[in-house]
């Protein structure tokens, strides 16, 4: 028989299991500051969630032709390819013409409470007109993109299809209704991160787990909180470089400028380059000026190494979509 071992390396093994268990009951306590990413977002009282209207709101996001130029659709900005954003500094619109602000993906959009990076639209209906009608985006009219719509069958049948209440269903607001209701289904669960926080202790690496203990420690969760990692408010930031009003330019309120709407943290790893002018290519250089800016705080080396690897987890599990065949 084999002897037994001696009282120390038992001790020492209560000891780990007992650092264990605190460990873990420590993690529980971060955990409770999260919320996993729910199937679907909030959808208002008159944006019905049918087949029919997702799909029509599938192809007027990939339609170019209502556009002026022909040649741009929602889809040019929010490639599905490049995490539904266009990975360059600031959005390309009509005539080539550059845009003051970065494109912000449209993943998990229908979970911010406002639109755009000043906030002014309060949901995806008001937020999907206006790319159509800016003259650096689409450059088109709403009445000459209803126009362009009306000259396919296959619009009107959809139309009617996805509006069969409505007598004269190719209008302004049922664009708005379907291309917010396929913009809603665009959502990323079952990250690393998600899957951590609904029990699956494996989900996420010791280093993603430090960096979510650094993450609420250092108040990162202060401002990116909820399911979308977003407080949806706006804060004051000081981006070099940057001359951009903000929310000011919305509210005309001086306490708003230089404010911008909080982005989402999910999929922060695949939606480069960041901030409102697209400036910061590099998420370790993004955590460490939010750092400097926002909390005071210089991160040590291993801080932001960690840091980083927890947002990695964020990166969820991309909605598979169509390219429809338009007309």
């Known amino acids: 028989m084999r002897p037994a071992k001696p009282f120390a390396v038992t001790a020492t093994a209560i000891a780990l299991c007992l650092g264990a268990a605190a460990s873990a009951q420590d993690m529980d306590e971060y955990i409770e500051m999260f919320d996993p990413l729910p199937a679907l977002p909030p959808i208002p009282a008159d944006g019905t969630m049918s087949a029919e209207r997702i799909d029509l ?27 539904w954003t266009d990975r360059i500094s600031r959005a390309t619109g009509h005539d080539g013409q550059v845009g003051e602000r970065n494109t912000p993906t449209v993943l998990n959009s229908g ?14 209906e008001g937020q999907a007109l206006g790319p159509i009608q800016a003259e650096i985006e689409m450059n088109m009219t709403l009445e000459q993109a209803i126009d362009r ?13 996805a509006f069969p209440d409505d007598s004269d269903p190719v209008n302004p607001p049922n664009v708005a209704l379907a291309i917010a209701a396929f913009e809603r289904t665009l959502n990323t669960p079952n990250s690393p991160f998600d899957r951590f926080l609904m029990g699956d202790e494996a989900a996420m690496t010791e280093q993603q787990q430090n960096g979510m203990r650094l993450f609420v420690d250092n108040g990162c969760v202060a401002c990116h909180n909820g ?23 919305v509210t005309g309120d001086e306490l708003d400028r230089s404010a911008f709407r909080t982005p989402t943290l999910r999929n922060v790893a695949v939606t480069y380059p960041y901030f409102n002018n697209g400036s910061v290519r590099e998420l370790r250089d993004a955590v460490n000026l939010m750092g400097q800016q926002m909390l005071g705080h210089e991160f040590a080396e291993d801080e932001l190494d960690d840091i980083v690897a927890f947002l990695e987890s964020l990166t969820g599990e991309m909605p598979e979509v ?3 065949a338009l007309p």
């Open 57 to 83: 709101g599938r192809m007027l996001f990939f339609e170019p032709r209502i556009s002026a130029s022909g040649v741009i659709s929602c889809a040019t900005c929010h490639n599905p390819a490049l995490g």
């Open 111 to 124: 979970f911010l409470g406002s639109q755009f990076w000043d906030g002014r639209e309060p949901d995806l």
């Open 149 to 161: 719509l009306n000259e396919f069958d296959v619009y009107r049948e959809a139309f009617s299809a």
């Open 227 to 249: 399911p979308n990692l977003s407080d949806s408010n706006f804060h004051h930031f000081e981006l070099p470089g940057s001359t951009d009003a903000g929310r000011y330019l």
């Open 322 to 324: 169509e390219v429809p």
